[in-house]
């Protein structure tokens, strides 16, 4: 049964999205599809040269005589933020990017040669950016409400991407006549809607077959893992065995900042086989709640997922320090906190193209026994001081 269901998975998942132009071969276990080294990169040729939206809301995509239409559009229902069309007619090379998210669809594609502007990254990972900065063929054009004007001229970009919840300075740079395009990936509450995006980056720069086969390869490692969680579930369910239950955040200013049951994490987490204690709460992102309400459910929560910049290696004794109420927690106790060290990994610039990476952390921490082989990435355990 379980090997059905991955074939079934494996055909509807190329099939649908990846629109490959050859016969795929077996489906595998996700642990083995894991494994795989190659680069998808080198099959790009076997996959179509149309893009079709899945999963993207923010997206819809019209083949017309006259280019592509591309309706671009803010996922989020509270948005106030009116809907753009674009035409593209013609593959274009130079890009601004205004977050580490739009830049990671470049470098998931292998194309940070045309990301020729990004703005003050605190941490920049991708070495091939880095040497662009270096080399001079990637500015750095300041920060919100103080661009480098002169420097974003000089580059000379073709479009220069903007973000629905980042304002400031965009009408200076309306001014320059350079076309501003919303990118609103990160308002996506389905994590392969969220990486579909980079079907955007692939109409604009031409590189359409790279971008299917790139994403073809993040849906079905997806969706093969997430069909082994969902069968594992079943089987539990059978035998009255209890899925494992999680909190996230923690305690900030004014609260402990948890995500929402409807955010992009609670799907994560729901595809990992986990139970999240806040997933009655609606928002799509995050809130900030009383601690004493999430305190009252998170002291009996089996893992809890944090994240935050630090430099060096947090530990349970920096977590305790932070708040000695936390170490009442079942999670603190038997040592299953899972935290991403936004320092010493590039979650800001790559997780949102590699959900298939996320779902792989918390799969190996809450079932380790579906990825025997599996390393974590962004999401690893935390343990105290040697």
Known sequence: MKRILLIIVAILSLASCGNRTTSSDEAVSADSLFRQQDSILAKASEYSDTIRIKYAKGLRVEYKDDGVHVHISNPDPSSHTAPMKLVVKEAKSRFVCMTALQMGNFVALGLEDKVIGITSLRHLFNPLIKQQIKDGKTARI??????DL????????????????KHGGYETLKDCGIPLIPHHGYKETDPLGQAEWIKFIGLLTGETRRA????????????TLKAEVAELMTENAKTKAKNPTIVSGRQLR???????????MAQI????????????????????????????KAVKADFWQIDGSFDGEFTLEELEAEDSRYADLKA??????LFCNFATTPYRELSPVEPHILLADF????????????QPKYYKIIHKHS
Request: charged content about 25%; proline content about 3%; aromatic content about 16%.
């Open 142 to 147: 300041g920060k919100e409400g103080n661009f």
């Open 150 to 165: 002169e420097a974003v001229i000089a580059s000379r970009p073709d479009y220069i991407f903007v973000s629905a919840s």
């Open 363 to 374: 799969v190996k921490a809450f079932h380790p026994e579906v990825l025997p082989h599996y």
């Open 254 to 264: 004014d609260g402990w900042y948890v995500m929402g049951g409807n955010s992009y």
């Open 212 to 223: 299917n086969a790139v994403f073809a390869d993040i849906e079905n490692k997806y969706n």
């Open 332 to 337: 603190f106790k038997d040592k299953h906190v």
């Open 269 to 296: 987490f729901k595809d990992a086989g986990a139970d999240y204690i806040m997933k009655d709460k609606e928002e799509t992102g995050g809130v900030t709640l009383d601690f004493e309400s999430v305190y009252a």
